[in-house]
């Protein structure tokens, strides 16, 4: 199951949304057959990387790419098996 562009708003940041959407998309994966999570971040934002690593994603590869009309973009690509 790939999941694109999870954000939450700053105002918002280190009050466990993240945490809580993750779950919920780890138990939606398994409700519906699905044993892989895929997702991506920018390989600059650090917070998130190591955010999913606590999650227990893995770094699968670096993807260079033109991302939403932006040129030169490195996104991580990250997979959890469950």
């Known amino acids: 199951m790939v999941l694109h562009t999870l954000c939450v708003s700053p105002s918002y940041s280190k009050r466990g949304f993240g945490s809580v959407f993750m779950r919920f ?7 519906n057959s699905c044993h892989c999570l895929r997702m991506d971040t920018n390989k600059t934002n650090a917070n998130a990387r190591g955010f999913y690593k606590k999650l227990g994603f ?3 590869g670096i993807y ?7 040129e030169n973009v490195n ?3 990250l997979e959890k098996r469950i």
């Open 75 to 77: 996104l991580v690509c």
């Open 64 to 70: 260079p790419c033109k991302f939403n009309g932006i």
């Open 25 to 31: 998309y780890e138990e939606y994966a398994l409700k």
């Open 58 to 60: 893995r770094e699968a």
